[in-house]
């Protein structure tokens, strides 16, 4: 009998139909293509399933400090996203073939059980991945498989732009696409009806749907009124917070204001979870601003809105960079020295004084759990890593200071941080997650190395003046006024009392503070010489009790 030729698309972490280069590849060569998706043990516990289907007991953990890989918050969005993908299959008369295990052993068996239901394998289609680990999946798949790659994760195609992975600063980059003519290519368009689905494809491994339903019972999560992310995985629902931002709520022409929000769900575009996941396309985002400003053409110099949609393109481009980076630079995403130590220095160029290259990094298991259950005593840092625990999602501002609490006020292996981000955010991607991390550690792409440090309780002020999103993750300290709540252990004995607060007891004494948040206390407490019982005057800094 002959043997019907089959491609397969492999939905590798891009759970959707729009703007998908692997799916398109594999429709427009075949006649039978088979949609498949598969849940690796490394990356996500699926061992709820081991007995069911023989695998081995396989717990994914962090790669240096063995962390947790995937919490559940993240796992409920991946399995949400799929299930969506399979519906926005079957709409076109395909379906999705649901597997759990590794890629290197599941795809061989798959090929030769097609090719026992007279199926010949031609191509294997998915998305390029660019860190190591991903990379050694690919190569071994390689070996032995017909595999296709697409680079369908950046937003400008690397064949588009002659990268030079010498770029070590993000402006260097963003300048030279920004004199591109056409930087990013047209999405490509939606696919009305798919080829046909060979239902003996279930057999392979039956009951996908059942198992992953399952897993989602398992991992489900308490939903917290709060939450600045409420939004379910799936293609259609980000494709919908799309259009919303962009062309109901206007959103988008106010992005440069309002992106260093803190409270609720429009206070930035949101649109990270559903780029990490692949639920949107980079390109699609990209084209659909661009319509934006066509559209309110009229309105552009008025509203602003060209200048939001500028610093939009300009976060999506940070995106860009850290992959680019990573292709270039492989490993050292992960190296506690990072990026800052990807090159050898000239002979005429000197190490700068207190270079982050001769840190000596600490581990600090007491330390590190007070920062990562918002016990730190710091009130700003305490309501972020709060919504982080209760959410799995925190603001950008937020990001960025917890790290550098972590890394530069504790000292703590940056590392650490990060891998407990890559256990518990919604959103994390490799790039991005230990790419921003170096920089804010300063070990990564910063020009200014290890000399940019956030005065967390500036920041606090600045951002939340009167105490509101700390009063919301921190009820402790609701009935302090606003000149107390970014500081609460400069009350006295008796304001303590007066406003239900004992510190030590209701809220934690500062576990760590620095000299320079000083300049920064309210006027009545500038005097106050509370902060001396706890300052280690040779570092400059308050040392845990």
């Known amino acids: 009998m002959l ?58 953990k962090t790669h240096t400090f063995g962390l947790e890989r995937c919490a559940n918050f993240r796992t409920s969005y991946i ?30 068996a798959l090929q030769k059980h097609l090719a026992k239901n007279h199926y010949q394998l031609e191509k294997i289609h998915t998305h390029k991945e660019y860190a190591f680990e991903e990379l050694a999946v690919e190569k071994t798949l390689s070996k032995t498989l017909p595999m296709v790659y697409h680079h369908d994760t950046t937003m400008v195609h690397p064949d588009d732009v002659d990268f030079d992975n010498t770029y070590k600063v993000y402006t260097h980059f963003r300048k030279r696409i920004e004199k591109m003519d056409k930087p990013v290519r047209d999405p490509l368009e939606i696919p009305k009806e798919l080829p046909f689905f060979p239902k003996e494809a279930i057999e392979f491994q039956p009951n996908g749907e059942q198992h992953l339903q399952a897993l989602y019972k398992d991992a489900s999560v308490k939903s917290d009124q709060r939450n600045a992310f409420p939004w379910k995985g799936g293609e259609q629902i980000a494709k919908e917070r799309l259009n919303d931002y962009l062309f109901k709520s206007d959103g988008v022409i106010d992005y440069k204001q309002t992106r260093n929000g803190l409270i609720g769900t429009e206070y930035s575009t949101k649109f990270s979870v559903f780029l990490s996941h692949g639920c949107l396309s980079p390109r699609f ?141 919604k959103d994390h991607d490799v790039y991005s997650n230990y790419g921003n991390w170096q920089y804010v550690s300063g070990v990564g792409c910063d020009p200014r190395e290890g000399f940019r440090h956030f005065n967390v309780l500036k920041q606090s002020k600045d951002y939340d003046p009167e105490g509101f999103y700390i009063k919301l993750w921190c ?56 902060i001396t019982k706890y300052l280690d005057t040779k570092n400059k800094k308050i040392k845990v009790k």
């Not at 050292?332 to 004084?353: S, T, V, Y």
């Not at 709060?386 to 959410?391: F, G, H, I, N, P």
């Not at 590392?415 to 407990?420: F, K, Q, S």
């Open 79 to 108: 399995i949400e996203s799929i299930m969506a993908l399979k519906q926005e299959l079957i709409k076109r008369n395909s379906d999705l073939l649901i597997l759990f295990g590794t890629p290197e052993d599941l795809f061989p």
């Open 475 to 530: 009820p402790e300290l609701q009935d302090l006024p606003s000149h107390y709540v970014h500081c609460p252990w400069l009350m006295s004995a008796e304001e303590q009392k007066q406003y239900n607060c004992v510190i030590g007891r209701d809220y934690p004494e500062p576990m760590s503070m620095m000299e320079s948040w000083k300049r920064h206390y309210p006027t009545a407490a500038k005097g106050s010489n509370k």
């Open 285 to 425: 985002i990209w084209h659909e601003m661009e319509r934006h400003k066509k559209e309110h053409k009229r309105n552009i110099k008025a509203a602003g809105d060209e200048d939001g949609i500028y610093w939009v393109k300009f976060e999506l481009l940070w995106r860009d960079f850290f992959r680019y980076l990573v292709m270039g630079n492989g490993k050292k995403i992960f190296l506690l020295h990072g990026f800052r130590n990807m090159a050898p220095l000239e002979e005429d160029q000197k190490k700068p004084k207190n270079s982050y290259l001769d840190k000596v990094w600490k581990t600090n298991d007491e330390y590190f759990n007070k920062w990562k259950t918002g016990q730190t005593g710091s009130p700003f840092i305490d309501a972020c890593m709060r919504e982080l625990m209760y959410t799995g999602f925190m603001n950008n501002r937020g990001r960025q200071n917890v790290a550098s609490y972590l890394a530069k006020d504790l000292e703590i292996d940056w590392r650490l941080g990060a891998e407990y981000f890559e256990s518990i955010l």
């Open 3 to 60: 043997h019907k030729p089959i491609n397969i698309c492999f939905f590798r972490n891009i759970f959707r139909v729009h703007d998908n280069q692997s799916l398109h590849h594999a429709i427009q060569s075949s006649k039978h293509v088979l949609p498949v998706v598969c849940l690796d043990p490394r990356l996500m516990d699926i061992s709820l399933l081991n007995d069911k289907l023989g695998l081995e007991n396989v717990t994914p």
